[in-house]
């Protein structure tokens, strides 16, 4: 008993000389711990990963010349130490330009308040995530190019007014339509808002990820680039092989089958539902009650 008192005691010393944290410095910790691992994670997922091993090896360089004292190297190093922060800047603009797009399009208060903006809330539902899978599986067959984007969260409304209002609700045959060949609408991407249609022949912003694999094509990276700057989820087609594949987060998953794709779609309908029980305040979804089942 005594050791385990002495023990106490020891550590209670130790603490003593620590500074005391009150609960305003454990917040800002944990706020300053998010910033670190979201800007980690955004240097990882951009080309700004492969300039910042470069600072790196300069800094070391830098360190190295510090050490063992060359003077000269060290001298110059410090001269050109400011100027290296502007180019650092110019370097990294459209990294930084691309991360503010994506922090403006975010709504802070988004699980907690919901304006009423005139969007289709009402979401997927099975009938439609239905439609998209056959009428993703039917144009894979017959290596019909597609590039269909699903507005999540995040408003497409930018991109859906790069192309031409459609306005239909989804269904196979109006997906398949759209991208048959030397069909006015089927060049660009289809944007599809809850179960309708929005917008065909979109432009996307096309990604300059540099770990995107060179067989991959411009409708790969387009989905890349859209799913980069929102959270949305874009199905592709391959018109070279009829490969099926989803593009969510900035990354690219291969789909094997229908099931596979259902599942997918389920998963982000269900996310869905889950995030709007936390919803304190709602607007009024148009229709509610009319939604096919």
Request: with cysteine; glycine share 6%; charged share 15%.
């Given at each position: 008993m005594e050791t385990i008192t002495d023990f106490l005691d020891g550590m209670y010393s130790w603490v003593s000389f620590l500074p005391r944290i009150s609960k305003t410095n454990l917040v800002e910790i944990i706020i300053i711990a998010v910033l670190l691992y979201e800007l980690l994670t955004w240097i990882m997922?951009?080309?700004?990963?492969?300039?910042?091993?470069?600072?790196?090896?300069?800094?070391?360089?830098?360190?190295?010349?510090?050490?063992?004292?060359?003077?000269?190297?060290?001298?110059?190093?410090?001269?050109?130490?400011?100027?290296?922060?502007?180019?650092?800047?110019?370097?990294?603009?459209?990294?930084?330009?691309?991360?503010?797009?994506?922090?403006?399009?975010?709504?802070?208060?988004?699980?907690?308040?919901?304006?009423?903006d005139g969007r289709d809330t009402s979401g997927f539902t099975d009938k439609t995530i239905n439609e998209v899978v056959k009428a993703t599986f039917e144009m894979a067959k017959v290596k019909t190019g597609a590039l269909m984007v699903i507005e999540r969260g995040d408003s497409l409304k930018e991109i859906e007014r790069t192309g031409i209002e459609v306005g239909g609700v989804v269904s196979s045959q109006l997906i398949i339509n759209i991208f048959e060949h030397n069909t006015p609408l089927h060049d660009g991407?289809?944007?599809?808002?809850?179960?309708?249609?929005?917008?065909?022949?979109?432009?996307?912003?096309?990604?300059?990820?540099?770990?995107?694999?060179?067989?991959?094509?411009?409708?790969?990276?387009?989905?890349?680039?859209?799913?980069?700057?929102?959270?949305?989820i874009t199905i592709v087609v391959s018109e070279e092989t009829g490969r099926v594949t989803v593009a969510l987060e900035g990354g690219l998953r291969k789909i094997t089958d229908a099931d596979m794709l259902r599942s997918v779609l389920a998963g982000v309908k269900q996310a869905e539902e889950e995030g709007s029980r936390f919803r304190i305040l709602k607007g009024r979804r148009k229709n509610e009650g009319k939604a096919v089942k």
């Open positions: 997922n951009t080309r700004a990963w492969t300039l910042l091993k470069g600072i790196i090896v300069i800094l070391l360089f830098y360190l190295f010349a510090y050490v063992f004292r060359l003077d000269n190297i060290f001298w110059i190093l410090n001269k050109i130490a400011t100027p290296a922060v502007t180019m650092a800047i110019v370097i990294f603009q459209p990294e930084l330009r691309k991360a503010l797009e994506q922090l403006g399009s975010k709504n802070p208060f988004t699980g907690i308040l919901t304006f009423d991407a289809v944007v599809i808002r809850g179960n309708r249609v929005a917008a065909a022949t979109c432009y996307l912003p096309l990604s300059d990820n540099m770990s995107i694999s060179k067989d991959l094509g411009t409708r790969h990276r387009a989905a890349v680039g859209v799913s980069e700057v929102s959270d949305s």
